[in-house]
């Protein structure tokens, strides 16, 4: 049974919802790396001083090779052909797993998908009246809904299918309702363990220079670094904030 025009609108409500968590996503995800970035040079920083104390504390003396005995030698060699005997035996007698079928499209996905390739396809963007973010937006649909469809993956087709017009009807409206329901919770889901990130939290509580400090100290012994002494941290930080 064909869409409404209301069921229509309400699925456009929430795969815009889901469209505009996306961009929200990626823009913290962009400033995320910018902030982990920023540790891993203030680790390295440290790392590098640490070892170069290190070196004109101690002069390493040089090692020399362990001289292996002869048995042992051929006992090892021995061993080491058993091996390739065993890898043959198991070469001949290997069975290729059978090939899993993979299911055809239903025939709503593949008309879904042609509509959206119609649409989106860069040799077809010219003709279109649109501006140049909407054209860059749908080069990217094309090229993600190919790869769903490929897939099967086929709630986030659905959306990608919503955004350009394009609805299915041998989907009931409540499955569609629920399949873009699920992922918009999913990027929800996404944004909020950013937030809970090391990396979140170092960057957006840069007044807070006893978190901050306790980040690089929680890093740096994970990372079974020397955890210089406070005040060193402090001024790395505010170095930092100053630059």
Request: aromatic share 6%; net charge positive.
């Amino acid at each position: 049974m064909p869409l409404s025009n209301r069921q229509k609108r309400r699925l456009f409500e929430v795969s815009k919802m889901i469209e505009s968590s996306i961009v929200v996503k990626d823009d913290m995800e962009e400033i995320q790396l910018e902030y982990a970035q920023e540790i891993d040079s203030i680790i390295s920083q440290i790392q590098c001083k640490r070892s170069s104390a290190k070196e004109t504390a101690q002069i390493e003396e040089p090692s020399s090779s362990p001289v292996v005995p002869k048995h042992r030698k051929n006992t090892q060699l021995a061993r080491e052909l058993r091996k390739q005997r065993q890898r043959v035996r198991d070469a001949r007698n290997y069975v290729p797993p059978p090939k899993q079928e993979i299911p055809s499209a239903p025939e709503w996905a593949k008309k879904l998908w042609k509509g959206i390739a119609k649409k989106c396809h860069p040799d077809r963007l010219s003709f279109l009246d649109l501006t140049a973010l909407d054209i860059a937006r749908r080069q990217i649909w094309f090229t993600q809904a190919k790869d769903l469809f490929e897939e099967r993956s086929w709630p986030r087709l659905v959306h990608i299918g919503v955004q350009v017009g394009e609805f299915v009807d041998g989907v009931s409206h409540k499955e569609q309702v629920s399949w873009l329901n699920t992922e918009y919770n999913g990027v929800s889901e996404h944004i909020t363990k950013l937030q809970s990130s090391l990396a979140w939290k170092w960057g957006t509580n840069w007044e807070n220079i006893d978190l901050r400090v306790n980040i690089l100290t929680a890093i740096l012994k994970h990372k079974s670094i020397e955890v210089p002494p406070r005040q060193e941290l402090v001024e790395i930080i505010i170095k930092l904030e100053s630059d």
